[in-house]
């Protein structure tokens, strides 16, 4: 099996979106990267989560602190943890009207990185105004046919029984997988795509 993209870091005895699943993906030598997702919070904290909601608070309503205590990090935490050791997918969210001041924080940054988003406003605005690497995540044949001359994405995400609709396009792009969950659905899948994201544990 090729190296694969972690997704939400490496879930071995840890949870999604933390330090602690970062951690063990940067360090286990059969992931070339991870994916992490971010939202912002009440208090404009960038913060990887993938769930609008923990444990009954909307994160975009609540502030960091009162989320420290579910092991959120913040994108900034996740950067200095990485320090350019492996490449990183940050998926955006939450992503209206904040592209601005994430870029803020990722022009500090000086690791590989793409951005990645099912928004294409966002993946236009940081193709265009940043000249980012950048990812369009989509599940619908039809939308991705209407907008990918305009996105010029440098790759393309989608769910495993898309993958076969859009082989055309593996000519012009990078097309990634997501999400594989056992070696089997490896296998199957394995020649629609350059890479996947996935939760295989190996």
Same mark, same amino acid.
């Given at each position: 099996m090729i190296k694969l993209i972690a997704h939400r870091g490496l879930k071995k005895d840890a949870k999604e979106n933390t330090l602690e699943?970062?951690? !063990?993906?940067?360090?286990?030598?059969?992931?070339?990267?991870?994916? #992490?997702?971010?939202?912002?919070?009440?208090?404009?904290?960038?913060? #990887?989560?993938?769930?609008? /909601?923990?444990?009954? !608070? /909307?994160v975009s309503l609540t502030t960091y602190q009162e989320l420290k205590r579910y092991q959120v990090p913040t994108l900034e935490e996740v950067l200095n943890l990485v320090n350019n050791k492996v490449p990183i997918i940050i998926d955006v969210k939450h992503s209206k009207g904040i592209e601005k001041r994430l870029a803020h924080i990722l022009d500090k940054y000086n690791g590989t990185f793409f951005i990645q988003s099912f928004n294409p406003y966002t993946i236009l605005w940081f193709k265009n105004k940043k000249k980012y690497l950048t990812g369009l995540l989509t599940y619908n044949f039809f939308q991705l046919k209407s907008?990918?001359?305009? @996105?010029?994405? &440098?790759?393309?995400?989608? &769910? @495993?029984? &898309? @993958? /076969? &609709? /859009?082989?055309?396009?593996?000519?012009q792009y990078i097309? @990634?997988?997501?999400?594989?969950?056992?070696?089997?659905e490896y296998h199957i899948y394995k020649d629609y795509a350059d890479n996947f994201i996935c939760d295989i544990q190996r």
């Open positions: 699943a970062f951690k !063990k993906a940067i360090d286990d030598s059969n992931y070339v990267g991870f994916e #992490c997702d971010i939202r912002t919070t009440k208090d404009h904290v960038f913060v #990887c989560v993938h769930d609008p /909601i923990i444990e009954g !608070k /909307i907008i990918l001359f305009i @996105l010029r994405p &440098n790759y393309i995400a989608t &769910n @495993l029984t &898309n @993958l /076969i &609709n /859009i082989q055309k396009y593996r000519k097309v @990634l997988g997501y999400t594989i969950k056992t070696k089997k």
